[in-house]
């Protein structure tokens, strides 16, 4: 059973930076995608950042040139490197894997931006 865990969130001001890890054990059944979600109070889940099995990467257009999603195939980790955060950046983010066996998710990982 895939079990993944975010890490790396915490309190930021304006301006900051970010890098939330995702660990993931378990065995991966043909990867479909591996992608970051966010969602803050009273809010939809946003899917933030995606990179598919073929290492192409996506981002939503509320982070894009702020935000680099990426893998270390040898950890077993998932990243999503934010910087520049704004107070709108604040969320709840989770990871997420797409395999044969359908969807995975972690518990997420709290982003506060304050200043």
């Known amino acids: 059973q895939v079990q993944l865990a975010e890490s790396g969130g915490g309190l930021v001001q304006p301006g900051g930076s970010l890098r939330l890890s995702c660990a993931v054990s378990?065995?991966?059944?043909?990867?479909?995608?591996m992608r970051w979600y966010r969602q803050a109070p009273g809010q939809q889940r946003e899917l933030v950042a995606l990179?598919?099995?073929?290492?192409?990467?996506n981002y939503a257009d509320s982070v894009k040139g702020r935000c680099t999603i990426s893998t270390d195939n040898a950890k077993r980790t998932l990243y999503l490197q934010l910087t520049n955060l704004k107070p709108e950046d604040a969320a709840v983010y989770s990871c997420?894997?797409?395999?044969?066996?359908?969807?995975?998710w972690g518990q997420g990982t709290q982003i506060t931006v304050f200043s």
């Open positions: 378990g065995s991966i059944d043909n990867m479909n995608y």
């Open positions: 997420n894997i797409l395999d044969a066996n359908g969807n995975h």
């Open positions: 990179i598919k099995y073929n290492g192409d990467t």
